[in-house]
């Protein structure tokens, strides 16, 4: 499980003031597991390549301004993009099942909140960017060149979970 979190946190005040946040958060761990060309397995129970990831980047921005001319600003953003990956290539003779899986759950999240009180003028705004970019494959693969001599049943399976939340309050 790879977590990054970030937080900003700004406050002003006085005649005339400017608040501002910015929190950026990156997740992108590579996890793989594999059985390499070459290669070759034989047993009588069962074979399981499994990878399961958990990719996580929050970020949280916060701003308030209060004065007679005010401004706040709170920007956020996380991004998540690491593989998962599970990979057979080679030969496998096993009276068992024979499993090769790839789990994979990416989440980003960022929540902003801007507020500004001002006796003469004042100014909230914010941003907010949740991102899992198209490098967080999940992807279970058993290559060309692999022979499987089994009893028991086959199993390649991938599965991606992908959540991008934004909560942005000014």
Do not use: H
């Amino acid at each position: 499980k790879i977590e990054k979190v970030s937080d900003a946190k700004s406050g002003t005040g006085g005649a005339i003031a400017g608040s501002g946040a910015d929190a950026t958060s990156t997740s992108s761990a590579d996890v793989a597991a594999s059985v390499g060309t070459g290669s070759s397995i034989g047993l009588s129970g069962n074979v399981a390549v499994k990878a399961d990831s958990s990719n996580r980047a929050d970020s949280k921005s916060s701003g308030v301004a209060g004065s007679l001319v005010g401004v706040a600003v709170s920007l956020g953003k996380a991004t998540v993009g690491g593989p998962t990956t599970a990979s057979l290539d080679s030969s496998v003779t096993t009276s068992g099942d024979v499993t090769v899986q790839a789990t994979g759950k990416n989440s980003a999240d960022v929540k902003t909140f801007a507020f500004s009180i001002g006796l003469g003028a004042a100014g909230a705004g914010g941003s907010a960017i949740a991102e899992v970019t198209d490098k967080a494959n999940v992807e279970a693969t058993v290559g060309s060149g692999s022979t499987i001599t089994t009893g028991g049943d086959v199993l390649v399976k991938a599965t991606g979970d992908n959540d991008a939340k934004v909560q942005s309050d000014a």
